[in-house]
């Protein structure tokens, strides 16, 4: 029976980050960084400043990485001054709505892609197509993967440029496996068999068999749950929601299943997280952003890890969801928007992206590079764990923002009908239901 554990300081991180709830370099950051340093001559040392409110820098495992963003593209263009401002992922919202009606909101900001609706038509996001000119933008945009691009577009315009990016992966223990008699270059590929395969781990050794995590926080892995079994959760004229739908319903039993048939326990994600880094979890479906976390874990513990794509249910076909950022212009000031676009052009340049997957630990969302010895190949071939978290761009399915001004209240609801679901073996189709009536009143 596993049991509770206190978070040491070095595992806190996850939980941080877990809730937060991820071309060619001529054509973007890279060579931006080296005309705006020329530029920078002809300004006799005047400087722009911007400030950039940012959750990996109030994040320990992340923050170093990020500060490096920021270090080398002020050294590239001398004459833009970057205040990075760590601000909490559960904090970063509220911080930035209260510091637009304060007057001082900041100038470029971090957030999720949950909120995507509701800050396009409340935080005077600008639109990229805006203030930056045609020409210029397809070719920043050359390159990047085209399902992660989408992920920060609304009514046909980029509000959100995708910045820290990762989609969920089942790890797995390799230990784990072979004490049950299971193969590890052989892992589930569908949820009958993740049940199948948790269930011989749990009966073979004193280890939970599986975690789906997600449960709470946000609800990007119970959207890919959803979709993988063909539902989505909004109506594609956005007016509808469809939590009580049979492939909602459906996806939430499975979960739900695998929990009361003793396949996987009842713990949260937080106390998984501390279980699985301890070898005590067979199989845990999470963002991809942990593997580093978890690859020093298994390290100290003797154990190895590997990790999946995310399972199917049966034949369809998977839609990952994905988690992680895009950053937003907020700034009303010309020239601080355009020092915004040449930092955002650099940090999700080649070298932007090289040191976001190397060093923080998320995607990169220009794929080119994983085969260039001038970027990532040789990391991809040092750390294959990647790969199956590469391999879901192709099938990406946006994070689905919910409109209007009660947004979060709808995704809470949504989670606190799942976490109610699979904690108890109360009739899925019920709760739903109650979940569907209550987000349906909230919607605009």
Not at 8 to 33: F, K, Q, V, Y
Not at 161 to 182: C, D, I, R
Request: aromatic share 8%; charged share 20%.
């Amino acid at each position: 029976m596993l049991q509770k554990k206190m978070w040491t300081a070095g595992l806190l991180s996850l939980t941080i980050l877990a809730t937060a709830a991820c071309g060619n370099s001529a054509s973007s950051g890279d060579s931006a960084g080296a005309a705006t340093g020329a530029d920078s001559a002809q300004g006799a040392g005047e400087k722009t400043k911007i400030t950039f409110y940012s959750y990996n820098l109030a994040t320990a495992s992340q923050k170093d990485g990020t500060q490096k963003l920021i270090d080398e593209f002020e050294a590239a263009n001398p004459d833009i001054d970057v205040e990075g401002i760590p601000v909490p992922s559960p904090d970063i919202n509220a911080k930035v709505q209260a510091d637009i009606a304060a007057g001082s909101s900041p100038d470029v900001a971090q957030l999720t892609f949950d909120g995507l609706d509701y800050f396009a038509n409340n935080f005077g996001v600008k639109p990229l197509e805006d203030i930056v000119p045609a020409d210029e933008l397809a070719e920043t945009f050359e390159g990047f993967s085209p399902n992660g691009l989408k992920l920060g577009q609304l009514d046909g315009k980029t509000y959100g440029l995708p910045f820290t990016f990762s989609t969920p992966v089942l790890f797995y223990n390799a230990k784990l496996f072979e004490e049950a008699g299971l193969d590890p270059e052989q892992p589930p590929a569908t949820w009958a068999e993740v049940k199948e395969y948790a269930a011989k781990i749990a009966e073979a050794t004193d280890a939970s068999g599986v975690h789906i995590g997600g449960s709470i926080g946000n609800d990007w892995i119970v959207q890919a749950l959803i979709g993988s079994n063909g539902g989505k959760v909004l109506s594609d004229d956005r007016t509808t929601l469809h939590f009580d739908s049979p492939e909602a319903i459906r996806a939430v039993e499975m979960w739900q299943d695998m929990i009361t048939s003793g396949a996987g326990s009842k713990l949260n994600d937080s106390e998984v997280m501390e279980a699985f880094s301890q070898g005590q979890v067979g199989m845990l479906l999470f963002t991809s952003a942990l593997q580093s976390a978890f690859l020093s874990a298994a390290e100290a513990g003797g154990w190895e890890l590997k990790a999946a794509a995310m399972p199917s249910f049966d034949n369809k076909p998977t839609t990952p969801v994905n988690s992680g950022s895009a950053l937003f212009i907020l700034s009303d000031d010309e020239a601080k928007q355009q020092a915004a676009w040449k930092f955002l052009k650099f940090v999700t340049s080649e070298r932007g992206y090289t040191i976001i997957t190397s060093e923080i630990g998320y995607l990169p969302l220009r794929p080119s590079i994983v085969e260039d010895e001038e970027y990532l190949k040789g990391w991809v071939e040092e750390n294959p764990l990647i790969k199956p978290n590469l391999e879901q761009l192709d099938r990406l399915a946006p994070w689905v923002s919910y409109p209007g001004a009660n947004w979060y209240q709808i995704e809470t609801i949504l989670l606190e009908a799942v976490q109610k679901s699979i904690q108890s073996s109360d009739d899925v189709t019920t709760i739903m239901k109650e979940a569907q009536t209550r987000a349906q009143s909230l919607m605009p």
